[in-house]
């Protein structure tokens, strides 16, 4: 499985931005697609998942301002981001794992929030 992320750039604070994460593989062999991000000097960190049933989860920091969903018919995630703010400036990843336990990263897209 490959994963295609793309979608970010710069922005202003309040702004939105809509990253996809495009799937190699048919969707349906996917369990859980999640995004994590990592900002200059942090460590890598999660920032949201959606399950083969849709259920989602959100870090704290971005529940409210962020929605994840995924389009079974595209094999693709997407990750919907409003209210940017500063802090939010990360390169941001793309993740998945199979029901086999393979797991898979994307390159990553650069989110960059001016204030």
């Known amino acids: 499985v490959q994963l295609q992320a793309s979608g970010g750039g710069l922005v202003q604070a309040g702004g939105s931005l809509r990253l996809s994460c495009a799937a190699s593989a048919f969707i349906n062999s996917i369990n859980v697609m999640a995004w994590y991000r990592q900002a200059p000097g942090k460590q890598r960190e999660f920032v949201a998942q959606?399950?083969?049933?849709?259920?989602?989860n959100y870090a704290d920091p971005v529940k409210g301002r962020f929605t994840m969903s995924r389009d079974n018919a595209k094999n693709t995630a997407y990750l919907q981001m409003n209210s940017l703010k500063p802090e939010d400036t990360a390169v941001y990843y793309c993740?998945?794992?199979?029901?086999?336990?393979?797991?898979?990263w994307g390159k990553g897209t650069l989110v960059t929030v001016s204030s």
């Open positions: 993740y998945a794992n199979q029901y086999t336990g393979m797991y898979y």
């Open positions: 959606i399950r083969s049933d849709g259920a989602t």
